[in-house]
């Protein structure tokens, strides 16, 4: 990649003498930047190196800083000058040339938390620093890595296709870091050599492997006729490992026999002292096994311990012994059996663990949390590897440390009575009912105040006491980073797909999660079903709630077809309509074959949930009741709505029905009002209304 300066990323200024009759030495200007990564202060060039203070690091390419480089001495932003003078885009790279007509552009830091993003393509790393990236797809390539491909070569011609990337060849290894972290995908040995590699997955093998793979071999696990080397882009079955692969492997097209390449020639001997003290060694059998560590079937490729005693997948050799796994909140260990347990059921799948045979479990006194291997370590984005026990207690002590409340005043039991909240400007006061029979919603949740409440004596603003104490970081079951919490006054949550007021956590790098949906666990009891519902990622069928199709998952029965969405689950259990004197009761099933809601008077499918009232006689569909946003706070500012000259506010209900200014007809609940007092702009909160312009 050659890096042309009619390209620069930042405009260079000069600051010209204040006046005329300054001295000589200082006629001489400062050179100064303007970059577009650090917009808040001009970037002062420093020439020479200066060895005193501390060192810094390059906010670029992640390097000690060295001169030339440009500073930032507000902010302790520092750039190489080579990093600074980047240009903002390049017109092609040599390790992605299918795309090389869309343009790379630069970019400030990678989505760490991305699944799409496997790392650059050079060192497959997810580092955080400038990086180029595809204009058509997702290829990432660092700017340390970009500015080192004059010393590439194109891929040489190899006698065998094995793999569905074109793959680069790299002739000395010495430019990248590649060769400290990985291994040969073919013989798993150090990459000391001359490799090829993959820029779209982290494919790398030595050019010795590749060029010396044998097309043809006899296999003992299947004797009848040879098996041939091929490749496939889509996934097969293995029938060794049992597990599905794509890429190159050895088959019988008569038998329908496959085995994965790295099956089909495996190590000798795995160790690695920090997952198993002892080493494992191969062993070649005719039968299949059952794997001591994770408790599922094996068939011929086996891996020993002589000293414990052990037979495990090749795969297994390498289990983590501790993880922080996300839907549970202590680290949990694998065992290969579990003394002093009774029969237990797996928290994620429901199905029986066989306590002799390996799985993970909760070491905390009175936890009996204990899940299958295969079930833990499903989804990577789940569970993060523990390399030592005390890490364990340092996440602990992190997760107690995120209070979003001071205390002013303890009663004498020494509950808080008085507190300042981080979402609140003023102080907050603990009480136990409202004064007056008034309906008033917890300003965290947008649920109804019903129990014991903190409120604000200068402004309508409550918030019910396990709202108000909540951790401002937490792990969130969903997801392995850490989720923080924050306020808005309007924001859809992604998880139940409501347009919400109040508390949210920000999940990874771009999940925003209401609080009522992160109030509810990974495993969950539903008054609408008599068993125990389970979040499945997997799931997307239908929901038995409200009949829409899942497509994150949802929360599943383990014991027949049954599952229900985030949005279903957060309802509220009661509801209060003008059209019944009664509160209506979130209702589940309905025995009537033909139903009709009684507010908008059209067909409603009684296998779905509704609202009802049992005395009158009453049902109604829940949007019907609830309205179109029944969790957003009155006076909220509608940010969709563009074409009105002032801001219009989101309204509940409006007292005199007066007309909508768009359709006519009398507004009666959930209208969009002008802010501005000397402006009657008001319309229906309904969708041919609220989107017509």
């Not at 070649?284 to 891996?303: K, L, V």
Request: net charge neutral; with cysteine; proline share 4%.
């Amino acid at each position: 990649m050659e890096m042309k300066n009619e390209n620069e990323s930042v405009s260079v200024s000069k600051n010209e003498s204040v006046s005329k009759n300054e001295d000589e030495s200082h006629d001489k200007s400062v050179q100064q930047i303007q970059h577009p990564f650090h917009k808040e202060h001009p970037l002062v060039l420093v020439a020479e190196q200066n060895n005193e203070g501390l060192k810094a690091y390059c906010d670029g390419c992640g390097e000690l800083l060295s001169a030339p480089c440009f500073t930032c001495f507000h902010c302790n932003y520092h750039l190489h000058k080579q990093c600074a003078e980047a240009p903002l885009e390049i017109p092609n790279h040599r390790l992605h040339p299918k795309h090389s007509y869309a343009g790379f552009f630069l970019r400030q830091k990678p989505c760490l938390y991305d699944d799409l993003v496997y790392g650059c393509a050079l060192c497959k790393e997810k580092r955080n620093m400038f990086f180029y990236e595809c204009n058509d797809c997702v290829f990432f390539i660092d700017i340390k890595c970009a500015q080192l491909s004059s010393s590439f070569k194109f891929s040489q011609p190899s006698k065998h296709d094995i793999h569905q990337h074109p793959l680069t060849f790299i002739e000395s290894l010495t430019i990248i870091d590649v060769s400290k972290r990985f291994n040969c995908s073919w013989c798993h040995e150090p990459l000391i050599d001359a490799i090829y590699l993959c820029p779209d997955c982290p494919f790398i093998i030595h050019k010795k492997c590749l060029d010396e793979l044998p097309i043809e071999i006899d296999h003992l696990t299947h004797r009848l006729h040879p098996l041939i080397l091929n490749r496939s882009d889509s996934d097969y079955f293995c029938n060794l490992c049992q597990k599905q692969h794509s890429g190159p492997f050895y088959g019988c097209s008569l038998c329908h026999f496959n085995i994965n390449v790295e099956c089909a020639w495996p190590r000798s001997t795995v160790e690695d002292k920090s997952r198993h003290q002892h080493p494992f060694t191969l062993l070649r059998r005719q039968d299949s096994f059952i794997c001591d560590a994770c408790g599922t079937e094996g068939n011929c490729i086996s891996y020993i311990c002589s000293i414990c005693n052990l037979m495990v997948h090749k795969v297994c050799t390498s289990l983590p012994r501790i993880i922080n796994f996300s839907r549970h909140d202590h680290c949990v260990f694998h065992k290969y059996f579990l003394k002093g347990f009774r029969r237990q059921d797996c928290k994620i799948c429901f199905n029986e663990v066989k306590l002799d045979r390996g799985s993970y479990s909760c070491r905390k006194p009175g936890c009996n949390y204990v899940v299958h291997v295969n079930c833990v370590l499903e989804h990577e984005g789940l569970y993060k590897v523990i390399e030592e026990e005390k890490q364990c207690e340092e996440l602990e002590e992190k997760s107690m440390q995120s209070s979003i409340i001071r205390i002013i005043e303890v009663n004498e039991a020494g509950e808080a009575t008085k507190i300042e909240h981080f979402s609140h400007q003023h102080c907050l006061v603990l009480a136990d009912k409202m004064e007056e029979e008034i309906d008033r919603k917890c300003d965290g949740c947008m649920l109804p105040i019903s129990n014991i409440f903190y409120y604000c004596s200068e402004c309508h603003f409550f918030l019910h006491k396990t709202c108000a104490k909540l951790p401002r970081i937490k792990q969130h079951w969903f997801h392995q980073s850490n989720s923080t919490l924050y306020f808005d006054s309007f924001k859809k949550c992604d998880f139940c797909n409501q347009r919400c007021s109040g508390f949210f956590y920000k999940i990874g790098e771009g999940w925003d999660m209401c609080l009522r949906c992160a109030k509810v666990s990974d495993i969950i009891e539903c008054k609408g079903h008599q068993h125990f519902l389970f979040f499945d990622f997997k799931y997307m069928e239908k929901c038995n709630g409200c009949g829409e199709t899942n497509r994150y998952g949802a929360f599943r029965c383990g014991k027949c077809i049954f599952a229900l969405d985030f949005g279903c689950l957060t309802l509220p259990h009661s509801a209060i309509h003008k059209i019944d004197e009664h509160k209506l009761k979130l209702t589940y099933h309905d025995d009537k074959e033909q139903s009709y809601c009684d507010i908008c008077e059209k067909y409603r499918d009684p296998s779905l949930w509704h609202y009802s009232c049992s005395i009158c006689d009453t049902s109604a569909h829940i949007k019907c009741v609830l309205g179109h946003f029944p969790f957003l706070k009155d006076g909220v500012t509608f940010p969709y709505y563009h074409k009105h000259h002032h801001d219009l506010k989101f309204f509940r209900k409006i007292k005199g029905y007066p007309e909508c200014s768009y359709c006519g007809k009398l507004c009666q609940e959930e209208i969009l009002k002008c802010e501005a007092s000397t402006c009657n702009y008001i319309i229906h909160n309904k969708y041919k209304c609220r989107w017509r312009y």
